[in-house]
Every structure is written in C-alpha cells, then in structure tokens.
C-alpha cells in the first residue's frame, strides 16, 4: 500500500483586498510581469498551506473522537464440505458499513469525502489495485493504494471474486487513511490486548488452508498458539505464528 499527500490550488478564495490588488497592478503599465507572477505564486503558496493545515486540524478532531472499532463479523469454513455442522470460525472482521456508520458524521461536520477507484491488476492472478482520495472542503487531499489479488473463495465467480475484492480494500484504505484501531470482541470494555489486524489474519488463514493436511494441523496450530481462532492471535505473537508456518510449509515440501 501507499500513501501520498496532495493539495489543489486555489480553492480557499483569495482575500478580496489582494483581488483589488491584482486588478491594479494588472492595469498598471509600470508593474513588472515577473513580480506580478512572483506575488501570484506566493499566495498560492500561501492558499496550500491554509488548505493543509485546515484538512490536518479536521483530521486531529476526529483522531481524538473516533472510538476503537470491534471486530464482530465471523468468517466460516466448512471442515467438511457440505457439511454446515462442521463451520468453524476462522477469524472476525468489520465491515465496511460499521466503518461508515462511525466516520460519516465526523467526516460530513468536518468537510470531508473518500472516494474509490480501481484499475485492473496485470498479473499475479488477476484482481485489481484500489486507490482511496480523502478530500477536504478547501482541497487538500491525502490518497492510499492497494494492490488486492482476486478473491475466489468459497467458490465465488470472477465478478464475485473482485468485487470482494474490492469491499476488502475500501475498508483496510479506509482504516488506514484514518488510523483507526479495530479490536476483537469487546469484553466489558478490556481491551488491553493487541490482536494482529484483519489482513495478518487474513494472511494467516490462507497460509493454513493451503496446506495439504489443514485439516489435521490447522487444530495443532491453534493449539501452539493458544488461540481458537486466527484473529485471536496477539499483534506481538505474529512473527511466532509466521515462523511456525515457515517451518511447517518446508517442511510440507520435502
């Protein structure tokens, strides 16, 4: 993923003694071009930095208002295939909506918009890179990119597939441009623990279900990890749980 940041100029209005300004010496013979030109670029200039500093100030009320946002939507597999009774819970998300439903007011009291684009991704399995805008009302803008494989899962078609897709990437951009903070389930308000993120778990699923024996390891995994789902996993236990796959994958392929 990246992130940029931008600016559009002259969106915040020029002060109107410095219009009245322009207007002479536009008319005034005598005035050099190249200092006219200097002082435009100048207020330009300045017109950015306001727009910056207006999108920052916007974005450090809404940092200190956001709460942490809970993870409490489940992802099933089925052990056996057809066999609803065998679903377990491989991790928990939070879906885009909840996002929204969070940040909307904020963002609509303070003046700003995401928006979403996406271009098809060449190679690597198809899927597609989204890119995320954050605008502010008098332009400054941030965008963050990411690039999103396509999700055939639980027997999606292509047109299914990347459309998944793409809902997972609105909602890590999202996520990111705001630095918001999902955790697991909420226990009478505990939340010391640092669970690993949705895409680590996401990661770490896939990497599990991979594997020819998932079935038989996947409960022995869980087991060294202490956990009884990946998204239980602790941010700092994350390099432990990467290495234990690690091995088990060469292990797989000798």
């Known amino acids: 993923m990246t992130k940029e940041e931008k600016s559009t100029a002259l969106i915040i209005a020029p002060d109107t003694e410095f219009i009245g300004l322009l207007r002479e010496m536009a008319v005034d013979p005598s005035v050099d071009p190249a200092k006219m030109q200097a002082i435009l670029d100048v207020q330009e200039r300045m017109m950015k930095k306001r727009a910056e500093q207006a999108f920052d100030e916007a974005m450090l ?10 993870k409490n939507t489940p992802v099933e597999y089925e052990k056996v295939k057809g066999d609803p ?6 991790f ?3 879906k885009y909506e909840d996002v929204d439903a969070n940040l909307r007011p904020l963002m609509k009291r303070e003046g700003l918009r995401i928006s979403f684009t996406s271009v098809p991704r060449i190679g690597d399995g198809g899927g597609t890179m989204v890119t995320a805008k954050l605008t502010h009302r008098f332009g400054h803008f941030i965008e963050a990119s990411m690039s999103v494989a396509l999700d ?7 047109l299914q597939g990347m459309g ?3 809902a997972y990437a609105r909602r890590v951009l999202t996520c990111m441009l705001f630095n918001i903070v999902t955790v697991g389930e909420d226990k009478d308000g505990v939340r010391d623990v640092e669970y690993i993120n949705t895409e ?3 990661e770490i699923d896939q990497r599990l279900r991979s594997l020819s024996d998932h079935d038989v390891y996947r409960p022995k995994f869980m087991a060294y990890m202490k956990v ?11 390099l432990k749980a990467c290495n234990a796959l690690d091995a088990k994958e060469k292990a797989s392929k000798k």
């Open 61 to 70: 009320r809404i940092d200190q208002e956001l709460p942490r946002l809970v």
């Open 85 to 90: 009774k065998s679903k377990y819970t491989a």
């Open 92 to 94: 928990k998300y939070i």
């Open 152 to 158: 055939n899962s639980g027997g999606k078609s292509n």
């Open 164 to 166: 998944s897709s793409i």
């Open 200 to 202: 680590k778990a996401v």
């Open 228 to 238: 009884d789902n990946v998204d239980k996993i602790i941010e700092t236990d994350f």
